[in-house]
Structures are given as C-alpha cells and as structure tokens.
C-alpha cells in the first residue's frame, strides 16, 4: 500500500519526511540510506535534532543502496565520502554499524552477495528512496528484474547525464557503473520512504502511482509492498490525476 503526502516543496518535503523517519531512530534499528540530492534535506533535520535534542544513533545500524564502481572512498563524490559529509560525520553513528556497498574489489558480484547477506542478518525497518527520472530506485535501471539481488549494474545514460553535474559537468568524469542494492533487496525493507521533489521527476512519479506494475519503471513494483510512503512536491506531483 502506498500512502501519498503532497506537499508544497522540497523544505515541506524534508519536513515530512523527518516526521515519518523519526518513530524509526531508536535503539536497534535498521535505517537504509539513500544519496543524491533529495535526501539532503532530511539528513539536514536529523542532524539539527540529533545536535539540538541529543538524538542518538548509538544503536542504530545502516545500509546504504548504493555506490559507484571505481571510485575511491576518498572521491568526494563517492557515497561513501557524500554519506560521511552530509550525515554520519555531523551524528554519533559508530563507523562500524554503517554500511556502504564497496565500488572497489577483485570480485565486485561476490561482494554483493555478501551484502545482502548482511542485509538478511540485520533487516531494514524502513528504507529511504529517491527516484530517477527514468522511474530508477537506487540504481536499478529500467529492465532490472524485480526480483534481483544486489550487483553490478551500467548506468542508464539519461542517469549519466542527470549526475554530470555532481563531477564538474564533465560526462566523461561519471562513473558508467555502479553497485546497487537490487530491486528483490529494497523490496525486503518493512517500510519504504520515497521522496520525490522537482518537476524532472513528474512523469517517473506519474508512472510509479498511476502506471502498470513493469519493468520499464522500476519504482512501480512499489504499488505491491505493504508500506510504503511517497512525499512528492507540487512539481513533481504536476502530472498525477
Ligand atoms: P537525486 O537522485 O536525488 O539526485 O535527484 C535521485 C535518484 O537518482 O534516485
């Protein structure tokens, strides 16, 4: 079941989606992580409250989607530099409880059954998600198996194009693959939390609700997990009946 917030834009987004993110910041649970733009603004909020009301993630644990193959930790455009940056770095997380995907290793699909393997040993009470614009949740492309693991994957281009901005507009500078948590795997999640913001993301946000669950979009195997959260802004809500 999918339960829709409109709100009016990405800061009345964040808003919403610290509320619903919060009942879930409690000793001996299970976050899973997201990067890219549009969660920066939670990250920002639980931030504010773990400095302001002394939150504590002491007992928490996290599983991130996803990460680029090939770039170093110390890229500041891996997810793992960008998660350090913008959350775990500003919170009391111990390094250890948090888990991102290695982009690096002689045996990348190996490594990937080890995570989700982590993943089963420790399930994820409430997974956080964007969306692409081609309909992608972390990086599963459109055409990915729903029942898919984690594992390597190549970036669609449009995918490519949307993350030029992040390694100097330069399209040569994106990686071309990455590690992803799989479809099957964020479908395990007991709770999903989508935020979708900007009107780029309208017709991928038209096609997950009101669309046929397929392939070709990704995100609308939603449709058939029992709880699931959308907050979409008025831009990327514009298509929606
Ligand atoms: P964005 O990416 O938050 O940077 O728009 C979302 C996604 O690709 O899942």
């Known amino acids: 079941m999918i339960r829709v917030i409109r709100v009016k834009d990405a800061a009345e987004a964040a808003e919403k989606a610290f509320e619903v993110m919060k009942e879930f910041i409690k000793p001996g649970k299970v976050l899973g992580l997201a990067t890219g733009s549009t969660p920066l ?4 909020k639980m931030v504010e409250d773990h400095k ?17 193959v ?13 998660m350090h ?3 775990f770095d500003q919170i009391d997380i111990p390094e250890e409880n948090t888990h991102v995907p290695s982009g690096l290793g002689e045996d990348l699909e190996a490594q990937a ?58 399209i040569s500078k994106v990686p071309t693959q990455a590690v992803t948590q799989g479809i099957g795997t964020i479908m395990k999640a007991r709770n999903i939390l989508l935020i979708a913001t900007g009107a780029n ?10 669309g046929p669950v397929d392939e070709s979009c990704p995100a609308s195997i939603l449709q058939r997990h029992d709880s699931v959260v959308v907050i979409v802004d008025e831009p990327a809500a514009s298509l929606l009946s």
């Open 41 to 44: 603004g939670l990250y920002a």
């Open 70 to 82: 090939g770039l170093p930790i110390t890229h500041p455009e891996s997810y793992y530099a960008f």
């Open 85 to 87: 940056r913008n959350l």
């Open 201 to 210: 993301k309208a017709k991928a946000v038209k096609e997950m609700l009101e």
């Open 113 to 170: 059954r080890e995570y989700d393997e982590m993943i089963a040993e420790s399930p994820v009470d409430i997974q956080l998600l964007g969306i692409g614009s081609d309909g992608h949740i972390a990086f599963n492309e459109p055409g990915t198996p729903f029942d898919s693991g984690t594992h390597v994957t190549d970036l669609a281009e449009s995918t490519i194009k949307d993350n030029c901005r992040f390694f100097d507009n330069d």
């Open 52 to 68: 302001q009301n002394g939150t504590s993630y002491k007992e928490i644990k996290s599983f991130n989607l996803d990460e680029y």
